[in-house]
């Protein structure tokens, strides 16, 4: 239906408040169904006692823009406040049961109570009845009875959210107690082996003195492949070979309570969680951890992020960039090098290279290098250092790697919302493609899906839908999705939410070469390449 709210008067017949008041005219309580200020609900109730006559029949009086129906109880009345298009005689029945409910939520309720939190209690009560006679200003077909019944229910939704949190704080208490019996064995163990070294002249050294990699002595031996942590360094990049496809998992609870595998089918249907992660934690015991790949004693990691921002129409905002080039060393002997590097960076790119690296050979050049300018210097070994930066910032939308687009619209008493994403030309390829859509109001079921190029996951946790594909290229190089919910506000889809990742990065940064300084003689090295969104979205935040 159309309406404008602003100025309250309505096309079809709504409900607009309704009302508790004594007959000298001092509120009790008011509940608004559609939105209103808070002066303009008061202006109508204080002048609603001017407008009763005295010997008056009716109990409804009409002004200009409204109307008032009002039932006496005693020393109160109530009040409901229609648009004057509303049907009087539909109202009339939900004023008689709105009476039916105060005397049921507030029984011999004396609005000169000393009890006040009681009487507060008790108000907010029946306004919960009243959300369930009225809906976004329209009668619903309930009686008293049902009413009482829908305020009384039984959630079973919320009887597994608390089975699972039992569940988790249980599988928690599991763990700690493992890890507390494993540490006071490991100390045993060290005890014993302490006592035995002893007793047999201490040959042989300690299991913390052993280096299996061989790297020099100033790299974390904690680390397997010599990166400092990223607590201590903002800047180190991450693990060389991540496994993109691996996702954290939360404690597991197959099994832990009578029929598990019914609690966890619940789960998956009410989208508390996806069908993967039940699958994962049944075979999160037997499935052996991903190889890991091991580092060369040269190690090149290449990390772009972006901030990317479009408006509710679809009209691009801004893009920034930023980049970095992380170089490792773990043998002293290989830190005499130069790094032969290539970009496809043009106008409006800014490039900064560490202090210590020889600019003339880097900037102004067709054919990049990155090596020290004292060139009888080495390298320092062990942690990461960013030896080249750059950073990037545009308003055209031709350089955003890939546009999403939302546009809601009301059908037939439904909100249809169509999705389109389009791949750009900076990136070639996109891993992991995620858009996250808010849904309105309290989401428990699903949306209904009309069209979806990749597949959609329903989080009624957090109350959105996520639309993914695991890869776009040029053969997926645009996509759409439709989906349905009930009628809706169309702010209420926004922001959406877009995040990916991509083996190659905006500026075309490559490593192609690793050389000795002083022989030129090639040296092994290994590298990786990611670009990923640090934010990205559609309409405001």
């Known amino acids: 239906y159309q309406r404008r709210v602003r100025g309250y008067t309505l096309d079809k017949m709504v409900v607009l ?40 029949q009716h109990t409804f009086v009409e002004t200009e823009n409204v109307r008032y129906l009002y039932h006496p109880m005693e020393e109160l009345y109530v009040i409901l406040i229609t648009s004057k298009q509303s049907s009087i005689v539909e109202d009339l029945e939900t004023l008689k049961l709105m009476s039916r409910l105060w005397t049921e939520y507030c029984p011999a309720r004396s609005v000169e109570d000393e009890d006040e939190e009681l009487q507060i209690e008790d108000c907010f009560d029946f306004v919960h009845a009243m959300d369930e006679v009225i809906s976004l200003g329209y009668r619903e077909q309930v009686t008293v009875a049902q009413v009482r019944t829908n305020m009384e229910m039984y959630s079973s939704e919320y009887a597994m959210h608390k089975e699972l949190e039992a569940a988790k704080r249980a599988e928690a208490e599991a763990i700690r ?30 299991v913390g003195g052993f280096d299996p990699t061989g790297m020099s002595g100033n790299v974390d031996q904690n680390n397997e492949f010599g ?56 075979s999160s015991v037997v499935t052996a951890a991903p190889p890991v790949v091991q580092n060369e004693v040269v190690n090149l990691n290449i990390e772009e992020k972006a901030v990317i921002s479009y408006d509710e129409d679809g009209n691009f905002n ?27 960076a043009g106008q409006g790119w800014q490039f900064n290279t560490h202090p210590n690296i020889k600019k003339e050979a880097f900037f102004g050049v067709s054919d990049p290098w990155l090596m020290l300018a004292k060139e009888d210097r080495a390298f320092p070994c062990g942690n990461p250092l960013g030896i080249v930066k750059w950073k990037y910032q545009t308003s055209d939308d031709s350089k955003s790697p890939v546009s999403v687009t939302c546009w809601p619209s009301n059908q037939s008493g439904q909100t249809h919302c169509n999705l389109e994403y389009n791949l750009g030309e900076v990136l070639t390829e996109l891993e992991e493609f995620v858009v996250s859509i808010p849904l309105p109001g309290s989401a428990v079921h699903p949306p209904q899906i009309i069209d979806c190029d990749g597949e959609t996951v329903f989080d009624s946790k957090n109350q959105q839908l ?76």
């Open 17 to 56: 408040a309704a009302a508790i008041t004594t007959k000298n005219g001092k509120l009790v309580l008011s509940r608004q169904f559609v939105e209103m200020t808070r002066m303009r609900i008061e202006g109508l109730l204080t002048a609603f006692p001017k407008l009763l006559g005295t010997n008056s």
């Open 177 to 206: 107690n493992k890890k507390i019996e494993e540490m006071e064995n490991k100390r045993g163990v060290g005890r014993m082996a302490g006592i035995g070294n002893a007793g047999f002249g201490g040959g042989g050294s300690s």
């Open 227 to 282: 990166f400092e942590s990223r607590s201590e360094n903002p800047y180190s990049p991450s693990s060389p070979a991540p496994n993109r496809a691996a996702k954290p998992k939360g404690i597991s609870i197959k099994g832990k309570i009578g029929g598990g595998n019914k609690l966890l089918d619940d789960l998956i249907g009410t989208g508390e969680i996806g069908a993967q992660d039940s699958g994962a934690a049944n």
């Open 318 to 344: 801004s893009l920034q960039v930023q980049g970095r080039v992380f170089l490792q060393i773990s043998e002293q002997d290989a830190a005499k090098i130069k790094v032969h590097v290539a970009h496809s």
């Open 466 to 541: 996520l639309w993914k594909l695991a890869t776009v290229d040029s053969s997926n190089g645009s996509g759409a999705l439709e989906f349905a919910v009930p009628q809706a506000n169309h702010q209420d889809f926004f922001p959406v939410q877009v995040n990916f990742t991509s083996p190659t990065t905006m500026c075309g940064m490559e490593v192609l070469e690793v050389l000795d300084a002083a022989s030129s003689a090639p040296v092994r090295f290994s590298k990786q390449c990611a670009f990923e969104i640090e934010s990205y979205s559609v309409g405001n935040q």
